[in-house]
């Protein structure tokens, strides 16, 4: 069984850029959500997504976008890159069930640092 | 809203000296709480979920219990190789979504 991936590991942007993250789901998942973790803190939801559409949002402005395909793997597009937006950013795969979802299996992360 | 808060912020243990951490939360509806292991700069691996209260669940040295305002992460025995951040996370329906809410977690530093 493949576990959640993510690419890139690191990158480094400046302010104003722009970046897309990617993320491929483990196998049998329909879900995935997508994190922002900064340092000493939480992970902070962003969106989800079920059956290429968007699923629920966090308290995050438009900029961040995001797509899933249908092979359930995700991008997260992240637009006019803010110093703020540094952070872990975290893909997470699960399978939607009837009454909600079972638990949600984490990728390593793609360590984003905008200068 | 819903609030996830966990304490202590840090810990620190010797080894083999037991201890719990807390989660304590307020959501309407509750659909799973979860509890997650975080290495520094890692993704965070899955440890237990609980979906009622008084459910109990272990593996290994760790044993997770819920209420319906806590759950507690049971460490026994603890070594250095438990070092790690561990995260809680609520699950409640919103709107048909499912949407885990996660607390700050709590820092546990295993001394040999």
């Known amino acids: 069984e493949t576990g959640v991936t993510q690419s890139p590991t690191h990158l480094i942007k400046t302010r104003g850029q722009q970046v897309t993250l990617r993320c491929s789901s483990q196998?049998?998942?329909?879900?995935v959500s997508w994190y922002q973790q900064a340092l000493g803190q939480g992970p902070q939801f962003i969106f989800q997504?079920?059956?290429?559409?968007?699923?629920g949002r966090g308290n995050f402005p438009p900029r961040f976008s995001g797509l899933q395909f249908p092979n359930y793997s995700s991008e997260l597009n992240v637009n006019a890159l803010e110093l703020d937006d540094s952070a872990l950013y975290l893909c997470a795969s699960s399978v939607r069930l009837a009454g909600g979802h079972n638990e949600q299996f984490f990728g390593p992360g793609t360590r984003l640092t905008v200068l | 809203e819903d609030q996830v808060t966990q304490s202590p912020e840090a810990l620190r243990l010797q080894e083999g000296e037991s201890s719990s951490l807390n989660c304590s939360y307020t959501v309407s509806g509750l659909r799973g709480l979860f509890w997650y292991r975080q290495d520094p700069g890692k993704g965070p691996e899955f440890l237990f979920t609980?979906?009622?209260a008084g459910e109990e669940k272990e593996k290994e040295r760790l044993k997770a219990t819920l209420t319906k305002k806590e759950s507690f992460l049971h460490i026994t025995a603890p070594k250095p190789e438990d070092s790690a951040t561990y995260l809680c996370?609520?699950?409640?329906?919103?709107?048909?979504?499912?949407?885990?809410?996660f607390g700050r977690g709590t820092s546990l530093i295993v001394h040999p």
């Open positions: 997504y079920y059956r290429e559409e968007e699923n």
């Open positions: 996370a609520v699950q409640a329906a919103s709107g048909g979504s499912y949407i885990p809410t």
């Open positions: 609980l979906y009622s």
């Open positions: 196998s049998g998942h329909n879900t």
